[in-house]
């Protein structure tokens, strides 16, 4: 693989994988391990215990970007998962059970009644 190559996770949309989704390799932000996490587990299903989970970053070697928004990210999923992906958004968006984020968000992605951008801290809902 050459250094400026990158993969986009199948899970949570992380766009910087160093490798391809597959052969045992983990996503630095789900920590999905192709191979291992989705044997026997949709990738849908593995996605939805990342997003209630908060989505947090999971890799302890790889510090995640000051910019990351994993709302964002998710968007990176969206074409190849469709309405599965939005419908996590939209819950994340709700906060139903879920760590509410409030970043900016681009109306393709969410509808026009966004959640706050006013800051980017995580509350309960």
Not at 23 to 43: K, L, M, R, V
Not at 52 to 59: K, Y
Not at 81 to 110: M, S, Y
């Amino acid at each position: 693989m050459s250094s400026a190559e990158s993969f986009t996770c199948l899970v949570c949309g992380y766009p910087g994988m160093e490798d391809r989704p597959q052969d045992e390799n983990i996503c630095p932000c789900c920590a999905t391990q192709f191979g291992y996490s989705d044997h026997g587990t949709s990738h849908k299903a593995l996605r939805e215990a990342w997003v209630e989970a908060g989505m947090p970053w999971r890799s302890p070697f790889s510090p995640v970007a000051l910019d990351w928004n994993p709302v964002l990210q998710l968007q990176n999923v969206a074409p190849h998962n469709g309405t599965a992906t939005l419908d996590v958004v939209q819950r994340v968006k709700k906060g139903v059970g879920l760590v509410r984020l409030l970043p900016p968000v681009p109306t393709e992605i969410l509808d026009s009644s966004c959640v706050s951008t006013a800051n980017t801290e995580a509350s309960f809902a």
